[in-house]
Structures are given as structure tokens and as C-alpha cells.
């Protein structure tokens, strides 16, 4: 079938609407008539740093109706409303385990530009253009496997719920899923973009008893105060690290850092009491460490959370439960943008104008 996509033909320049071919679901695929698709930092660094083989339609928050089912599937039929996630390959130990976003072949599935079967499902006369994450949501369908649906009830604005599949997933996630913070625990959060606020959310679900915010823009902090952030710190005016350890006497138990920036990684170890952890979900560019004085003399533990260590079939549907009952309210980080405004959605995201874009596709 023909559909309209926004491609991305080479490394760093902008989305180019184009007219691809897209093939039918095969066995265990799912064919989607993508209606929104969440802009997500990801994207960008795979725009400008080719994460991905060009040419590649790039999109991985996508929410939609099924259209179309290949043989074997089960867990969907036509009609139904569902958020895409990323691929996995449901086999290896880590799958097995209920740890899909660590699984062995991750990076194959979801960055390769192919499907499971090595083969491509869009084209542009007769030359392959890259899958991206296993579904491409930034165009009118998409196929993808069918582990990468999530089923959603119909009662909740279907435009609204992509970015569950990606960075408001990878925020909550990792608090609930992975830190899992005691009741009466401390929490600092570095960076209060979408993926920051979310994991704010979902530590006041968890009965964090404080929620510390950390970034350097007073709209951005005024946002976490009131999504659930019991003391906010502007990192450019004030010693983060001493703040937090005033009010914390010493420290907090757990930190959430999102900005890949080296000395705020650093920051999110050194506010930690001991016995500590911080899980990064940032992308980090390479750094040092003193991993006596930072980690090993006071037990700290540093870990890499991808995803939030959800399995999206079981984790989505329960973000939509708390938002429907009024406990996760990310309906406040939104925008929505026509699918002809991609650019500017993505340029508006990059200033910071925009915490968390959503394009309309259909």
C-alpha cells in the first residue's frame, strides 16, 4: 500500500514528506493506521547521528488503530486501539526474565532499520528505507511485530497516549519498576524535561517523602512543584549537592538522572547517601569517575535503566489506569503539532519551548 511518510534521507537534515510503499503484515505482524506519534530526543539523535541506515522514517512513540492482522496473531484484532513500544525478541534469557528492554538482540531490532526476518517493509522505488525502533510511526501506517503492541481501552484520547511507549515509559519506569523507592524515601531527579516530570509523577505514587527537582529553567521547576516535587533547585544559581544533603540530612536514598550531562551525573552520586543509587537513562558521552570516592567507599550504586525496565504490555495499561484516576496526570506536558509541522515540533522540543511534542498523523 502507498502512505505518506517523513523521511529522513540523510544524516542531520530535515524530515522530507514522501510517498513509500508499504508492504502487508506478515505472520505475527500488525498493520497500524498510526493516528499521533510522540517526538522523543531519541529521534533526534538518530536524525543527527545516524543511529539508524538512511534513508529511515523515524518515529517511535506511535499510538493507533489496528488495520490489518498477519497470521498467527492474537493478542489484537481490527478495530483496536493501541500505543506502539519498542521491539524485542521475546527469547533470550532477558525477554524470559520480564526484562525485554535489555534484550539480546535490542540494538538489532530496534536500530538496524529491519524487521525480525532481516527484511524491510517500506520502500522507495524498489530500495529498502529503514524501520526505525520496529515501527516508524511517523507515517500514516506502519507494520510492526506484534510483541511491540499494546491493546488500550477506547475511554482515553487515543492522540494522547504514544509517548507511553517511549519517554514517559522510560521515566516512571524507572522509579517504579526498577528503583522501586521505599514508602518514606528520598528522591532527587536531574533534568525536568518529560522524561524527568514523569519519574516526579510516578515518586509521588510511590509515597516518595521527598521529591527533590533539579534543573536550570524556573518554568520547567515551577511544573515539578506541581506535579509532585517537594523542594525544587535551580542548578545554575545554587550548589545542588549541598542543598540537597540540608534538607535531606546527608542525602537522598535514590536519584533519577536524565540529562547525560558528565558533571550532573556526577551530582546525582555525590547527593546520594551511602548505600545509594542512581540509575541514568540519559545518553552520557564518555566521562571519569573516582570510583572509590564516588561509588565504592559509601556501597553507591550507579546503574543504566533502558526503557524503565517495563514490559509495555503489562506497564502501559497501568500509567493509563493512574492517569484516568487522576494520580499521573501527563496530559500536562503535552503539544500537539500537525504531522506538516514535524520540523517545527522538533525544533521547538530542542529549545526547550515544548517539553513533550505529539504529531498528528491522521
Known sequence: ?????AVIEKQGEDFVFEQLKLENPKS??????????????????????GLSPFPVVLGHEG???????????????????????FAS????????????????????????????????RIHKHNHAVSTFFGQSSFATYAVVNERNVVQVEKDVDLALLGPLGCGIQTGSGTVLNKLKPE??????????????LSAIMAAKIAGCKQIIAIDVHENRLALAKELGATDVFNGAKVDAVQEIKKITNGGTNYAVETTGVPPVVRQSLH????????????????????VHN??????KTLMGVIEGDAVPKLFIPKLIDFYKKGLF???????????????????????GAVLKPIVKIS
Not at 514508602?183 to 524527568?196: D, E, K, L, R, W
Open 89 to 120: 525478541c521475546g527469547e533470550c534469557e532477558n525477554c524470559l526474565a520480564a526484562h525485554p528492554t535489555s534484550c539480546m538482540r535490542f540494538n538489532e531490532l530496534n536500530f538496524d532499520g529491519k524487521m525480525e526476518d532481516h527484511t524491510n
Open 294 to 299: 564516588d561509588i565504592m567507599a559509601e556501597g
Open 329 to 351: 496526570p501527563f496530559d500536562k506536558l503535552v503539544k500537539f503539532y500537525e504531522f506538516e509541522d514535524i520540523n517545527q515540533a522538533f525544533a521547538d522540543s530542542k529549545s
Open 63 to 85: 499510538a493507533g488503530i489496528v488495520e490489518a492482522v498477519g497470521d498467527g496473531v492474537k493478542s489484537v484484532k481490527e478495530g483496536d486501539h493501541v500505543v506502539l513500544s
Open 1 to 5: 500500500m502507498e502512505i505518506k511518510a
Open 183 to 196: 514508602f518514606g524515601s528520598t528522591i532527587a531527579v536531574y533534568g525536568c524535561g518529560a522524561v524527568g
Open 271 to 290: 547527593a546520594l547517601k551511602p548505600l545509594g543509587v542512581s540509575a541514568v537513562v540519559g545518553v552520557t558521552p564518555k566521562m571519569e569517575f573516582d
Open 28 to 49: 505475527n505482524e500488525v498493520l497500524i493506521k498510526v493516528v499521533a506519534t510522540g517526538v522523543c530526543h531519541t529521534d533526534a539523535v538518530a536524525r543527527d547521528m
